[in-house]
């Protein structure tokens, strides 16, 4: 933060007019950044206002005001969403895929981000080119691929099948590789003097040193696993293994339809993303902030 006070102080200095004239737009810039806050949180309060309404009352209001508010609060969708769609056993598959894919992709990618970073062997160069060129390539192009080695090896309607796929990722492990580029060397030259192999300085000294960019990946890693659709739909059948994407596109269909019952099945599906952010959002800021340092 220091270094970014700095930074703009000097560009101030040697530039008064630009920062006159950024001074004055400024109102301009909070105008625009609140109204596209705006766009995001109106669907957000439809949503939550909707999951506390009696049933009839969510489509009637939905032309004015009233559409935000819920003037007569109730608890009943709750109840009737977590009955009828069998909440708890969604839930429990979608935490289950989650925690494993997040918790093992952190090892792995982070792991394979300090390889190509820091240590020196043959092909390096090569990998760390096909691991940016697999960042490019859209899942959708890998899906039935992906979806005839699950059936070959078994794992169609499995937890693996929506775990193992989806450890390593191309771009996580780029951000690791960045983030790690930028930690002095002095400090793993000190470690290695007192004796400390690679993956004992690793674990030692990369690691706390890491925080902000575990917690950045964490919460994209788990934003991504959480609100997968399309793959789920493709290698899951039954209730056992479905994850509550699955779990509300086919909760939308039971009759009869009931929007505030749909509205709290998205309102409990949203907590534990925000529960998610709250847990690592100041680590997440930091990491933001130290990439805006460097830019």
């Known amino acids: 933060m220091t270094l970014f006070t700095a930074s703009r102080g000097r560009s101030a200095t040697l530039h008064p007019e630009r920062s006159r004239r950024s001074t004055h737009n400024r109102p301009l810039h909070y105008l625009i950044c609140g109204l596209i806050a705006l766009v995001m949180l109106v669907p957000l309060a439809f949503m939550f206002a909707g999951a506390f309404k009696p049933n009839a009352d969510v489509l009637a209001d939905g032309d004015n005001w009233r559409a935000l508010i819920p003037l007569h609060p109730t608890l009943d969708n709750f109840s009737s969403a977590?009955?009828?769609?069998?909440?708890?056993?969604?839930?429990?598959?979608?935490?289950?895929?989650?925690?494993?894919?997040?918790?093992?992709g952190?090892?792995?990618?982070?792991?394979?981000?300090?390889?190509?970073?820091r240590l020196r062997w043959t092909g390096r160069n090569v990998v760390l080119a096909a691991v940016v060129a697999l960042i490019i390539i859209p899942f959708e192009a890998l899906a039935i691929p992906l979806l005839l080695m699950m059936t070959e090896l078994g794992w169609l309607d499995t937890y693996q099948a929506q775990i193992v796929p989806f450890i390593a990722n191309p771009f996580f492990i780029y951000l690791f590789y960045s983030f790690f580029l930028a930690l002095?060397?002095?400090?793993?030259?000190?470690?290695?003097?007192?004796?400390?192999?690679?993956?004992?300085?690793?674990?030692?000294?990369?690691?706390?040193?890491?925080?902000?960019?575990?917690?950045?990946?964490?919460?994209?890693?788990?934003?991504?696993?959480?609100?997968?659709?399309?793959?789920?739909?493709?290698?899951?059948?039954?209730?056992?293994?479905?994850?509550?994407p699955v779990g509300m596109a086919v909760f939308q269909t039971l009759p009869p339809l009931q929007w505030g019952d749909t509205m709290a099945f998205a309102t409990m599906m949203t907590v534990p993303t925000l529960v998610v952010f709250l847990i690592f959002q100041r680590a997440f800021v930091q990491g933001v902030a130290a990439q805006a340092v460097k830019e």
């Open 106 to 117: 952190l090892i792995v990618n982070s792991m394979f981000g300090y390889a190509l970073a």
């Open 82 to 104: 977590w009955e009828r769609s069998n909440f708890g056993r969604l839930l429990l598959n979608s935490l289950v895929v989650c925690g494993a894919t997040v918790g093992l």
């Open 184 to 244: 002095p060397r002095e400090l793993e030259e000190a470690a290695r003097v007192d004796g400390a192999g690679p993956l004992r300085t690793f674990r030692s000294v990369i690691v706390p040193l890491s925080k902000p960019a575990y917690a950045s990946v964490a919460i994209l890693s788990f934003l991504t696993t959480w609100g997968q659709l399309l793959w789920p739909v493709m290698a899951t059948r039954s209730e056992d293994v479905r994850p509550l």
